[in-house]
Nanobody, 123 residues
Framework: QVQLVESGGGLVQAGGSLRLSCAAS????????MGWFRQAPGSERELVAR????????YYTDSVKGRFTISRDNAKNTVYLQMNSLKPEDTAVYYC????????????????WGKGTLVTVSS
């Protein structure tokens, strides 16, 4: 059973930065695809970014390209999301997620979710 614990959320002004962390334990982190989703009030949960185990393949949703960077440290079983130039529309609960080895991480293939960390960006 994989446990995912997010941290790093908070309140920032527009244009500021935050770095989210997600520590994994109790599972096969090293061979899993990992990523970040977010969900704003009244909206569906959406994929923000994902990264392959070997870090070679990354994906970003169009709205965050050039501003967010996903990375991972397999030795620490941790994935990060560096968020720069934050905008009010980035306000959401951000969820770390893991998919089993061998599948693409999408909303339909998540095997384990973190509990979420709130990011609030003020105008």
């Amino acid at each position: 059973q994989v446990q995912l614990v997010e941290s790093g959320g908070g309140l920032v002004q527009a244009g500021g930065s935050l770095r989210l962390s997600c520590a994994a334990s109790g599972g096969r982190f090293s061979i899993s695809a990992m990523g970040w989703f977010r969900q704003a009030p009244g909206s569906e949960r959406e994929l923000v970014a994902r990264i392959s185990r070997d870090t070679i393949t990354t994906y970003y949703t169009d709205s965050v390209k050039g501003r967010f960077t996903i990375s991972r440290d397999n030795a620490k079983n941790t994935v990060y999301l560096q968020m720069n130039s934050l905008k009010p529309e980035d306000t959401a609960v951000y969820y770390c997620a893991v998919a089993r080895y061998g599948v693409i991480l999408t909303i339909y293939t998540v095997d384990y979710w973190g509990k979420g960390t709130l990011v609030t960006v003020s105008s």
